[in-house]
């Protein structure tokens, strides 16, 4: 191997433990917390989707079209620009510009609309005659919704979970280039701008690895739970 190589992104004696340690829980903070939000409003949102997107009525056709207006602009405009769109709101909200407290709005906003539109997926793809036995005796909508859709859809809305999260992971490490902190923080600022590529590839290996193991979970949860 080439020594220069070597010395450019092994020399570990240029990385802060303490620094790398905390830059590690911050990714995690951010990562959770926003991901319980994300959960909680993405199911929201994807049963109103679901819901007004099944019923013909004009109030419903109307409810449906402005949630999916909302939704795709959330989800469709680039992260960082959310980010700094969202900048008076979140100093409103949180009090604060920078730090993972900070950027939880914004991996809020981008990622809920997403998952939301993974849930609507999910439980249109129910089996209609599943749903068609339950209302044959007598079950209500929301109790079809309780004990059949969402049951039946454990499978895909795990997997949903999972691609979120992934997603949200690399958000993270965006968020963490205009102050967020985390480990996409720790690798711009103590990495890239200082000339320290061995700070920059650990952060970066710490980052893959919680992926794999996000994914290998979410995987696991997903094979468990499908009835099939």
């Known amino acids: 191997m080439d020594k220069s190589f070597a010395e450019t992104y092994f ?8 620094t790398l340690q905390q830059a590690f829980i911050d990714t995690i903070y951010m990562t959770v917390i926003s991901m319980v939000c994300v959960l909680v409003i993405g199911l929201v949102l994807g049963l109103l989707l679901y819901t007004t997107g099944k019923n013909n009525k004009p ?27 969202l900048i008076p709101f979140t100093k409103v909200l949180v009090g604060t510009m920078l730090g993972a407290k900070a950027a939880i709005p914004a991996l809020v906003f981008s990622a ?19 749903i068609e036995a ?13 004990k059949v859709i969402i049951p039946e859809s454990i499978p895909a809305l795990i997997s949903g979970l999972t691609v979120t999260t992934v997603s949200m992971i ?25 000339n320290n590529l061995t700070v920059t590839f ?27």
């Open 11 to 18: 020399d570990f004696s240029k990385v802060n433990t303490e």
């Open 59 to 85: 109030y419903a056709k109307f409810l449906y079209t402005v949630v999916s207006i909302i939704s795709n602009i959330f989800r469709s405009t680039p992260f960082m620009i959310l980010m700094v769109l």
């Open 112 to 130: 809920a609309p997403f998952y939301a539109r993974l849930v609507e997926i999910a439980f249109r793809e129910v089996d209609s005659g599943v």
């Open 134 to 146: 339950a209302e044959a005796m007598g079950a209500s909508y929301w109790q079809i919704v309780r």
């Open 170 to 194: 690399g958000f993270t490490a965006m968020a963490g280039a205009i102050g967020a902190g985390g480990l996409g923080g720790l690798a711009w600022q103590e990495g890239y701008q200082r």
């Open 202 to 228: 650990v952060a970066t290996v710490i980052i893959l690895l919680i992926v794999f193991i996000v994914q290998g979970v979410g995987d696991f949860l997903a094979k468990r739970t499908d009835k099939r």
